[in-house]
Antibody, heavy 120, light 110 residues
Framework: EVQVLESGGGLVQPGGSLRLSCEAS????????VSWVRQAPGKGLQWVSG????????SYADSVKGRFTFSRDNSKNTLYLQMNSLRADDTAVYFC??????????????WGQGTMVTVS | QSALTQPASVSGSPGQSITISCTGT?????????VSWYQQHPGKAPKLMIF???NRPSGVSNRFSGSKSGNTASLTISGLQAEDEADYYC??????????FGTGTKVSVL
C-alpha cells in the first residue's frame, strides 16, 4: 500500500531547530515529487516546500526560504525537512504529501497523518 | 505568495448541487492547468478530489467535477450528501515554481 509516514515533530524554543522525516512505502521517491504542507491550528493549508522526482528541483515558500532545507536519502526512500531559526508562526501540523507526477504541480494524491511542531 | 480566494462557507440541502469558487491571478490559476481540489474532514489528512483542473483520481465519486475560466477555478458537488460536509481547499501551481493553496471553504449539508 502506497503511504508516507512523518516523524520528528515536537516542542522547540524560538530560534531552535528540528528535522522532520518522511518515509515512503510502496513507491520510489526518485519517481515522484514530494512536498511538505503545513496547517496551523484551526487554519488552512499552506504549502512549504517541494522536491522533484530526481531531486534536482527544490522550491520553498517565501515564509521559510533560507530557514528550511528539503533533502532526501534515496537509499532509505526517506525525505527530510531541516527547519532552522524556528518562529512561533511555524507552529503547525506538518504533512508529507506525495505528488501525482514527477514535478511539483500541486496535485498530492497521498498524504501522511502529519506530525505536530510547536514553537514556544 | 497570497492565498487563493475561496468563499468561507457554502451550504446546500441533500441532493442539491453546490459550487465553490477559487480565484487567483494570471500567475497561478489563470496561467496553468494545474489546479487541484482537496477535501478535509476534521482531524484528518486532506484527500485529493480533482487534479489538473478537471481530472478525478481513481475512486473519487463522479459527483465531484472541476472547471476553470480565466483566473477562477470551480469545484461542483452534485447530489450533495451528508458525507460531503467537510472543508475544501483549492491549490495551484505558480509562476514562481511553487504551490499556493486557497483560503478554504466549509461545506455544510443542511
Amino acid at each position: 500500500e502506497v503511504q508516507v509516514l512523518e516523524s520528528g515533530g515536537g516542542l522547540v524554543q524560538p530560534g531552535g531547530s528540528l528535522r522532520l522525516s518522511c518515509e515512503a512505502s510502496a513507491f520510489s521517491i526518485s519517481t515522484y515529487a514530494v512536498s511538505w504542507v503545513r496547517q496551523a491550528p484551526g487554519k488552512g493549508l499552506q504549502w512549504v516546500s517541494g522536491i522533484s522526482g530526481n531531486g534536482a528541483l527544490t522550491s520553498y515558500a517565501d515564509s521559510v526560504k533560507g530557514r528550511f532545507t528539503f533533502s532526501r536519502d534515496n537509499s532509505k526512500n526517506t525525505l527530510y525537512l531541516q527547519m532552522n531559526s524556528l518562529r512561533a508562526d511555524d507552529t503547525a501540523v506538518y504533512f508529507c504529501a506525495k505528488g501525482e507526477g514527477y514535478y511539483t504541480r500541486g496535485a498530492f494524491d497521498m498524504w501522511g497523518q502529519g506530525t505536530m511542531v510547536t514553537v514556544s | 505568495q497570497s492565498a487563493l480566494t475561496q468563499p468561507a462557507s457554502v451550504s446546500g440541502s441533500p441532493g442539491q448541487s453546490i459550487t465553490i469558487s477559487c480565484t487567483g491571478t494570471s500567475s497561478d490559476v489563470g496561467g496553468y492547468n494545474y489546479v487541484s481540489w482537496y477535501q478535509q474532514h476534521p482531524g484528518k489528512a486532506p484527500k485529493l478530489m480533482i487534479f489538473d483542473v478537471s481530472n478525478r483520481p481513481s475512486g473519487v465519486s463522479n459527483r465531484f467535477s472541476g472547471s476553470k475560466s480565466g483566473n477562477t477555478a470551480s469545484l461542483t458537488i452534485s447530489g450533495l450528501q451528508a458525507e460531503d460536509e467537510a472543508d475544501y481547499y483549492c491549490s495551484s501551481y505558480t509562476s514562481s515554481s511553487t504551490v499556493v493553496f486557497g483560503t478554504g471553504t466549509k461545506v455544510s449539508v443542511l
